[in-house]
């Protein structure tokens, strides 16, 4: 296990050093093999999160779970969520625009196989981003769903700018498209605080060790704080 933990380490640290040579953040952040974190469900069961891969730019952590798929390139994922790391926690444009840039330092490389993965990758989310979006608000709030998920940190005014990024509209232009947006995001925002303080007076209740809930409690304490940071006065 432990030979599997610096081959981990190792590969994250070659990533860095021959895709993203330019990334002097990059030192700072460290990789745990894994999934990401544990919640509990109503019903008090624990339950972990199965993605392939995490960046949680809150804690400069990338997440490898190499438990997802014995097929998978674990080099594919660890580029995907550096890619995040550097740019944003949306699949946007200038995340996209970094995939191909990693790509094309493959085919330098003379890694051609990962170079197809990656421009393969990068192209199946710019037709995500090309595709018409529907004028009503069921895309918006799925949108703000996602953006909070990845990024509980998220202020109102960042989300604006994920969302103006992915629907190639400006800001402004999007508020005024969708007049109710901040009392969106504040509703949505609000019912993930409650999901998770039920979650955590569920998973006690249940006798949940402490070290099992340090994920959810670490998230609303963020969430938490931004809905400080913006609440309104008086």
Same mark, same amino acid.
């Given at each position: 296990?432990?030979?599997?933990?610096?081959?981990?380490?190792?590969?994250?640290?070659?990533?860095?050093?021959?895709?993203?040579?330019?990334?002097?953040?990059?030192?700072?952040?460290?990789?745990?093999?894994?999934?990401?974190?544990?919640?509990?469900?109503?019903?008090?069961?624990?339950?972990?999160?199965?993605?392939?891969?995490?960046?949680?730019?809150?804690?400069?952590?990338?997440?490898?779970?190499?438990?997802?798929?014995?097929?998978?390139?674990?080099?594919?994922?660890?580029?995907?969520?550096?890619? =995040?790391?550097? +740019?944003?926690?949306?699949?946007?444009?200038?995340?996209?625009? %970094? @995939? /191909?840039?990693?790509? !094309? *330092?493959?085919?330098?490389?003379?890694?051609?196989?990962?170079?197809?993965?990656?421009?393969?990758?990068?192209?199946?989310?710019?037709?995500?981003?090309?595709?018409?979006?529907?004028?009503?608000?069921?895309?918006?709030?799925?949108?703000?769903?996602?953006?909070?998920?990845?990024?509980?940190?998220?202020?109102?005014?960042?989300?604006?700018?994920?969302?103006?990024?992915?629907?190639?509209?400006?800001?402004?232009?999007?508020?005024?498209?969708?007049?109710?947006?901040?009392?969106?995001?504040?509703?949505?925002?609000?019912?993930?605080?409650?999901?998770?303080? =039920?979650?955590? +007076?569920?998973?006690?209740?249940?006798?949940?060790?402490?070290? %099992? @809930? /340090?994920?959810?409690? !670490? *998230?609303?304490?963020?969430?938490?704080?931004?809905?400080?940071?913006?609440?309104?006065?008086?």
């Amino acid at each position: 296990m432990a030979d599997a933990r610096a081959d981990g380490h190792a590969l994250f640290r070659a990533i860095c050093r021959d895709y993203f040579p330019r990334w002097r953040a990059g030192r700072h952040w460290r990789l745990v093999e894994g999934p990401h974190g544990s919640w509990v469900d109503a019903q008090g069961q624990t339950r972990t999160t199965a993605e392939q891969g995490y960046c949680d730019r809150t804690t400069n952590t990338i997440y490898l779970n190499r438990d997802w798929s014995n097929t998978y390139d674990p080099r594919l994922v660890l580029i995907h969520e550096t890619c =995040h790391a550097v +740019t944003s926690g949306a699949h946007n444009r200038r995340f996209c625009a %970094r @995939l /191909r840039h990693a790509a !094309e *330092r493959a085919t330098a490389l003379g890694d051609t196989v990962l170079s197809t993965q990656l421009t393969d990758e990068a192209d199946a989310y710019a037709r995500v981003l090309a595709a018409p979006r529907r004028p009503g608000t069921s895309w918006i709030a799925g949108q703000i769903t996602d953006i909070l998920c990845d990024t509980p940190e998220a202020t109102f005014d960042q989300v604006v700018l994920f969302l103006a990024e992915d629907s190639a509209a400006t800001p402004a232009e999007l508020i005024e498209q969708y007049p109710r947006l901040r009392t969106r995001y504040d509703q949505i925002r609000q019912e993930e605080l409650r999901t998770l303080r =039920h979650q955590l +007076t569920a998973a006690r209740c249940a006798g949940i060790p402490a070290h %099992r @809930l /340090r994920y959810t409690e !670490e *998230r609303l304490r963020i969430m938490e704080a931004v809905s400080t940071q913006t609440a309104p006065v008086g």
